[in-house]
């Protein structure tokens, strides 16, 4: 249970800082990373879409230890 809470802790972290790096109204974290190079068929840029991913990756994450601490309080383990 300890090893879970301190992942959750270390995810809600890592989550904060990547929402922090989209990009807003105006230019994001991302375009220091080459996020300048924008695609010409959606108009969003290469970094900004793995920016997405990796955003929706950890909080995919973020959500299975809340489940799994959710079991482990609930019964116990």
Known sequence: MFAVSI???VLS???ALLVLAHKGRGAG???LFGGGMS???G?????ERRLD???????ILWVGCIIALLFMY????
Do not use: E, P, W, Y
């Not at 108009?43 to 970094?47: C, D, K, L, R, W």
């Not at 991913?53 to 909080?59: A, E, K, R, V, Y």
């Open 7 to 9: 992942a959750l802790i």
């Open 13 to 15: 972290v890592i989550i």
């Open 29 to 31: 974290l991302s375009d």
């Open 39 to 41: 695609t010409s068929m």
């Open 43 to 47: 108009g969003q840029s290469i970094a």
């Open 53 to 59: 991913q990796f955003t929706i990756g950890m909080s």
């Open 74 to 77: 609930r019964f116990g383990i």
